[in-house]
């Protein structure tokens, strides 16, 4: 098996699961958040607590996705070797 495949594999079978994955935690936080901030709309404190999770959940989603799409850019531009 040559290097190509095996970093090939590595991406295909490691990286590209976690990243799924990642993203799948930060829609989770931001869920969490805006349950949160519909839930205690009667308490300015715990209002807070959700506000705090929603803007950190849409924050972490923009770098997340953003990170992909760079990726993603830069694989196509270098022949497409990831899936």
Wanted: proline share 2%.
């Amino acid at each position: 098996m040559s290097g190509e495949q095996i970093l090939s594999n590595v991406v295909t079978e490691i990286f590209s699961p976690l990243y799924q994955a990642v993203v799948g935690v930060a829609i989770l936080y931001f869920l969490y958040g805006v349950a949160k901030y519909v839930l205690d709309l009667n308490n300015p404190e715990k209002q807070t607590f959700g506000k705090s999770h929603l803007l950190w959940g849409m924050v972490g989603l923009f770098i997340i996705l953003s990170v992909g799409g760079i990726l993603s850019a830069l694989n196509e531009s270098l022949g497409g070797m990831f899936k």
